[in-house]
């Protein structure tokens, strides 16, 4: 069964300030494109980490070894 992507929904979510993305609201091309560069993308990060744009995996550990 073909499923339709659910971009507008997405977007409602979407905690990534970076407006000019391609892939914002396109959640599998967003996730793929991080991960290709050991990253992680914007909404696992809480807002004042996600808004430096350091998306790397060092600062995911840094921000949630510190809680
Ligand atoms: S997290 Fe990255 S890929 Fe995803 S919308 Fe934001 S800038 Fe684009």
Same mark, same amino acid.
């Given at each position: 069964?073909? $499923?339709?992507?659910?971009?507008?929904?997405?977007?409602?979510?979407?905690?990534?300030?970076?407006? +000019?993305?391609?892939?914002?609201?396109?959640?599998?091309?967003?996730?793929?494109?991080?991960?290709?560069?050991?990253?992680? +993308?914007?909404?696992?990060?809480?807002?004042?980490?996600?808004?430096?744009?350091?998306?790397?995996? $060092?600062?995911?550990?840094?921000?949630?070894?510190? $809680?």
């Amino acid at each position: 069964m073909a $499923r339709h992507c659910t971009v507008e929904h997405n977007l409602e979510h979407c905690p990534c300030t970076y407006d +000019p993305c391609p892939r914002k609201g396109i959640c599998c091309e967003c996730i793929a494109y991080h991960l290709k560069m050991d990253q992680l +993308p914007a909404c696992a990060f809480p807002p004042e980490v996600e808004s430096t744009y350091d998306r790397s995996f $060092r600062r995911f550990i840094q921000t949630y070894s510190k $809680r």
